[in-house]
């Protein structure tokens, strides 16, 4: 459980995580703020309504609370993958990273690589397009040759971060609570 709350805080506390939560939100807020009514009570639509205007005009005062709820979710927090150590990274646009053992990427995962030293460009969170099970390319240009520091985590990808934005939208938005 200790663990769990650990990858939660540090998930949602991630620049590169908070950066595609605030994405997910503007993208929720943009289509409730143009939802009709509908099959939902007229309190509802007002309380989701004001909530996406609120969070469209001001998306850093609600960062904080969308990404703990994005970062609590339980498939989410499952897609975050192990740390694995950095052997070397390429001077080349795009890096090739080679990590010291199999990172378990598939093309098209998110990544975040913190802590590189000398190829500091490499750090951030970045879609990947694997090569070989140890290896995979990042679409920046290298600033030098990397070597064996720093590591790679796997991210969740943005599907699973707007589901989780989507699914505490009611909640964060005080839908159904009692008053």
Same mark, same amino acid.
């Given at each position: 459980?200790?663990?769990?709350?650990?990858?939660?805080?540090?998930?949602?506390?991630?620049? /590169?995580?908070?950066?595609?939560?605030?994405?997910?939100?503007?993208?929720?807020?943009?289509? &409730?703020?143009?939802?009709?009514? %509908?099959?939902?009570? %007229?309190?509802?639509?007002?309380?989701?309504?004001?909530?996406?205007?609120?969070?469209?005009?001001?998306?850093?005062?609600?960062? @904080?609370?969308?990404?703990?709820?994005?970062?609590?979710?339980?498939?989410?927090? /499952? @897609?975050?993958? #192990? #740390?694995?150590? &950095?052997?070397?990274?390429?001077?080349?646009?795009? &890096?090739?990273?080679?990590?010291?053992?199999?990172? %378990?990427?598939?093309?098209?995962?998110?990544?975040?690589?913190?802590?590189?030293?000398?190829?500091?460009?490499?750090?951030?969170?970045?879609?990947?397009?694997?090569?070989?099970?140890?290896?995979?390319?990042?679409?920046? +240009?290298?600033? @030098?040759? /990397?070597?064996?520091?720093?590591?790679?985590?796997?991210? #969740? #990808? @943005?599907?699973? &971060?707007?589901? +989780?934005?989507?699914?505490?939208?009611?909640?964060?938005?005080?839908?159904?609570?009692?008053?």
């Amino acid at each position: 459980m200790a663990s769990s709350l650990i990858t939660m805080a540090n998930l949602a506390n991630d620049q /590169g995580f908070r950066f595609r939560v605030q994405a997910a939100m503007v993208t929720a807020g943009l289509q &409730i703020a143009s939802e009709a009514v %509908g099959v939902q009570s %007229g309190a509802t639509y007002s309380l989701r309504h004001e909530y996406a205007i609120q969070v469209l005009n001001n998306t850093a005062l609600y960062l @904080d609370r969308f990404a703990w709820a994005a970062a609590s979710n339980v498939t989410v927090a /499952g @897609d975050v993958g #192990p #740390p694995v150590s &950095i052997a070397s990274s390429t001077n080349a646009n795009p &890096i090739v990273v080679t990590t010291a053992t199999v990172h %378990g990427l598939s093309t098209g995962d998110f990544a975040e690589i913190s802590g590189h030293l000398v190829n500091t460009t490499a750090n951030g969170t970045w879609l990947v397009t694997v090569t070989s099970t140890t290896a995979f390319t990042i679409s920046v +240009a290298g600033n @030098d040759v /990397g070597a064996a520091t720093g590591q790679v985590v796997k991210q #969740p #990808p @943005d599907a699973d &971060i707007q589901f +989780a934005v989507n699914s505490a939208w009611n909640d964060l938005a005080g839908v159904g609570v009692k008053t």
